[in-house]
């Protein structure tokens, strides 16, 4: 047993058939493209030599695959949990922002005000959403203590949950955070204390040929 802490490295997972063209995936179990394909063989070759612990996903397919050669490239069995999964993005699932812009503009309006207080149409309470993702991830840190643990999700709970971890207001996450690649690495070590969950921000949207 070891007293130091996990190190989770997140990726959100290959290029989908929707974001190709810039539609909001959500829970939406949606088709990787071969890019999308391509960015997850990348995330394998990267995952052979990264030392990893363990390998963990949401149960959305794109990022099941996405993980499943990275696993398989580490020698591991691939763990899902349903609490990584994206946000509910209700009525904007499968639209453009123009294409909600047009259908309904002032919840699109005061989404962009505030995604953090005005969710989308019939979409997920951001708070409940970074709430479960930031609890996933002190279990899957917690089952590997002392390892370095790839999971791959998806972009906006990442964010939700990196805000949630340094303390500053979910609302700001598409301004603190506009992007997040397919594919990338953001590496980080979570810990406790007072004010509850926390994380050090060790990298953000890396690419992975910057870390070989």
């Given at each position: 047993?070891t ?44 995952a ?13 397919s794109?990022?099941?695959i996405t ?127 007072p ?18």
């Amino acid at each position: 047993m070891t007293d130091r802490p996990a190190t989770l490295v997140l990726v959100r997972h290959g290029e989908t058939v929707w974001h190709a063209e810039n539609r909001y995936a959500g829970i939406s179990d949606i088709e990787l493209t071969g890019r999308g394909h391509d960015q997850a063989a990348e995330l394998a070759a990267w995952a052979a030599g990264a030392g990893l612990a363990a390998v963990w996903s949401s149960t959305l397919s794109r990022a099941r695959i996405t993980a499943a050669g990275a696993a398989a490239a580490a020698g591991l069995t691939p763990r899902a949990d349903e609490r990584l999964r994206e946000l509910d993005f209700g009525q904007g699932e499968g639209l453009t922002a123009r294409e909600m812009r047009e259908r309904f503009p002032e919840a699109r309006a005061a989404f962009e005000a505030d995604p953090g207080a005005h969710p989308l149409p019939g979409g997920e309470d951001p708070a409940e959403a970074a709430d479960r993702f930031t609890a996933a991830l002190f279990d899957v840190a917690a089952a590997s203590p002392g390892g370095r643990v790839l999971v791959v999700a998806h972009t906006t709970a990442i964010r939700l949950a990196l805000c949630r971890l340094i303390g500053v207001p979910l609302g700001e996450y598409r301004r603190l955070f506009p992007r997040l690649d397919n594919c990338a690495l953001t590496e980080l070590r979570p810990y406790g204390g007072p004010a509850g969950p926390r994380a050090a921000i060790l990298r953000y949207n890396t690419p992975i040929g910057a870390v070989r």
